[in-house]
């Protein structure tokens, strides 16, 4: 994945002119990315965990074969708390027990198999 770059503006004689107008448009930027990537990563957490247990469930055609992921005290709690940014994603998307929320979510792609 490239990431973007950008150097701060100089000025003729080569300092950095507008410094922190430039280092504050940098930052915004940024903080949309992550907030954008906090948010995208969310959904996939969810749906990830949910779907795993389901293609694990033979009743419903999985192959049996257990795959924990996302388990533990650590990802059902802690990860989305050390995601949050005071100023761009202060309050994480959902819960923020995501794991939770995959359960919910399981649930509802049972009730829709049948």
């Not at 950008?6 to 940024?30: C, E, F, H, M, W």
């Given at each position: ?64 074969m257990a795959v924990n992921t996302f388990t533990g005290g650590e990802a059902e709690w802690r990860l ?35």
């Open positions: 994945m490239a990431y973007p770059t950008k150097t701060l503006p100089l000025d003729d004689s080569g300092n950095v002119s507008g410094a922190a107008t430039a280092i504050t448009t940098l930052r915004a930027a940024a903080g949309t990315r992550y907030a954008n990537a906090v948010t995208a990563l969310h959904a996939a957490f969810v749906d990830l965990q949910a779907l795993d247990v389901l293609t694990n469930n033979t009743n419903v055609g999985g192959n049996g989305p708390l050390m995601l949050r940014h005071p100023v761009y994603i202060p309050n994480i998307p959902g819960n923020p027990n995501w794991a939770a929320e995959s359960r919910a979510r399981l649930d509802i792609y049972f009730s829709n198999l049948s």
